[in-house]
């Protein structure tokens, strides 16, 4: 269905207008988001967040994409403005829309639903029959074309995407029930409940049909991707309610025709420091469950002139090295190092997530910091890393041990954070030469 001629790149510039939501506070990333937005968390060690969503959409032949921004959102605006550009001929575009104050609103986005419901006037000076809405965290591949196919087969007004989750992951999603026609006929917002939970449960015997090759109890959770259509949207949207899953979701099912669209590829919500961690890592090994080398649905992102990495020795495994990063030396294992990363001679890193840093130090600007009793950008010579997160821009220096070993699982201080038993330090931190943490 998705291959159907219907799908031409004219109609989908003339029908399908896209919304990607990163207007939230992201406290869940914090300290990640300390200085920026969610969407603009680096990831993969030369993307970022928000490159997930905009490369779905190019992927599937949707390029007229508005991005809600809110919150710290400076550097997010810079690297979509410097990232995507289509031709004049195209129609298509990634354009920003952020919170803002006018005659008939003062507040800022109050929820998913207000988010869009205020940015309607901007909406609907585009010519759309439907508006796929997206979110800023999540890291996926999904060709949207199969769900708005599904959409349109089913006739319905508004189309969920949701994904099979297990019982310990129901809490922290919306969980829906459907019938044997894929109509959501339930939907309940983070259900606490065990016996509320229950009562959702996935029937095994939809299994089959679903294509769901697993012995263990499942939920249909929603994955937060909707279709539209869009008299649908301005009619559930006529109100004050200020959120898809709390409010808006659960109303529509009396009054408007839901469908679910049963996702089964890899999805990860990596709104929390732990989520990230992983799916960072993740990349590292020999089969990754998201594959940034898949040429058949590439994520884009700002294109850079970097150098070639340098690796002057060591030992290193199951690692990926981004572009512009010099290694003494040292040992790697697990480890993900962004752009522009140093590490220094004999320092020993495992399960490190290194962000690297927006700029190479000048002669002049090193002689400066080591006069002042500051180490380099990057990591110095001799020190251990365990189970990290260091983002961009961090002077680490030498001799150093940064560990969660002997620490509680959530902990703040002035140099790091503890995050679910993961190191985080902040961006721009600077660590003095011998300092174990």
Not at 7 to 28: C, D, K, P
Request: hydrophobic share 40%; with cysteine.
């Amino acid at each position: 269905m998705a291959s159907n001629p219907i799908f031409s790149a004219s109609f989908l510039s003339r029908n399908v207008l896209s919304v990607i939501l990163g207007g939230g506070a992201g406290t869940r990333l914090y300290p990640l988001t300390k200085e920026r937005s969610k969407p603009a968390v680096p990831l993969g060690g030369k993307y970022r967040l928000v490159d997930v969503p905009i490369s779905n959409c190019i992927n599937s032949g949707m390029q007229r994409i508005y991005v809600m921004t809110q919150f710290l959102s400076a550097s997010l605006h810079r690297h979509i403005s410097q990232s995507y550009k289509f031709d004049h001929f195209s129609r298509g575009f990634v354009e920003i829309l952020a919170a803002e104050q006018t005659p008939t609103s003062t507040s800022w986005y109050e929820g998913t639903a207000d988010a869009v419901r205020k940015n309607l006037i901007h909406l609907t000076s585009q010519p759309f029959e439907y508006l796929i809405i997206l979110s800023g965290d999540q890291l996926y591949r999904m060709n949207y074309l199969e769900m708005l196919a599904h959409h349109i087969e089913k006739g319905a007004d508004l189309t969920v995407a949701t994904i099979p989750v297990e019982k310990e992951s129901v809490p922290g999603f919306g969980i829906m029930q459907m019938n044997d026609a894929n109509e959501i006929t339930r939907f309940e917002e983070k259900p606490q409940d065990p016996s509320l939970q229950e009562e959702l449960k996935l029937p095994k015997d939809w299994y089959p049909k679903l294509d769901i090759h697993s012995d263990k109890e499942l939920w249909l959770a929603s994955m937060g991707i909707y279709v539209f259509n869009r008299q649908t949207i301005l009619e559930l949207l006529d109100n004050a309610h200020t959120d898809f899953g709390k409010h808006i979701i659960p109303g529509a099912i009396k009054t408007h025709k839901l469908s679910s669209y049963v996702f089964q590829g890899y999805w990860e919500d990596v709104g929390t420091i732990k989520a990230f961690f992983d799916a960072n890592l993740d990349l590292t090994s020999m089969l990754p469950k998201f594959n940034f080398f898949d040429m058949g649905s590439p994520v884009f992102t700002r294109p850079r002139f970097l150098p070639a990495s340098k690796v002057n020795g060591g030992v290193i495994e199951n690692t990926l090295l981004s572009d512009g990063c010099i290694v003494h030396k040292a040992r790697l294992k697990e480890c993900m190092l962004g752009i522009r990363s140093i590490v220094g001679a004999d320092t020993d890193m495992e399960r490190v997530v290194m962000m690297g840093a927006d700029y190479y130090e000048s002669q002049q600007s090193i002689a400066k910091h080591q006069e002042e009793g500051e180490p380099s950008v990057g990591i110095g010579p001799r020190t251990r890393v365990l189970n990290a997160i260091i983002d961009k821009n961090a002077r680490i220096g030498s001799d150093c041990v940064i560990s969660p070993d002997g620490k509680p699982n959530e902990m703040d201080s002035e140099l790091f954070h503890v995050r679910d038993g993961i190191i985080v330090i902040p961006k721009n931190t600077v660590i003095p030469d011998g300092t174990v943490i």
